[in-house]
């Protein structure tokens, strides 16, 4: 059953376009990650935040992602990263038009 990852954590920067442009390894590399179906990246520059909405195959890909991602970040210096998953409601996801 797949589950939902929320992350989110202080981030300055860079946004928008420039974000895109400096994160792109980033990105490729996630897109590799045991287990992972599918990732939305989050920025909200006005209040200094970023993150994102991950779904996994399983909840075992997504708490072993959580711990690498979390020590990853705490390397890039960030020392606050907020990571919750929750299990999905497939039925009710679909009928909202989710994309399981």
Known sequence: MPVLLQVDFPFSGPWGPAMTDALQGLAASIAQ??????KIWT????TNEAGGIY????????EAYLAMHTARL???GIPVVNGKIFDVNGELSAIDRAPL
């Not at 990650?33 to 599918?38: A, M, Y």
């Open 74 to 76: 705490k390397g890039f």
């Open 33 to 38: 990650e045991p287990g992972l179906i599918w």
């Open 55 to 62: 779904l996994f195959a399983d909840r075992p890909s997504a």
């Open 43 to 46: 920025e909200n520059a006005a």
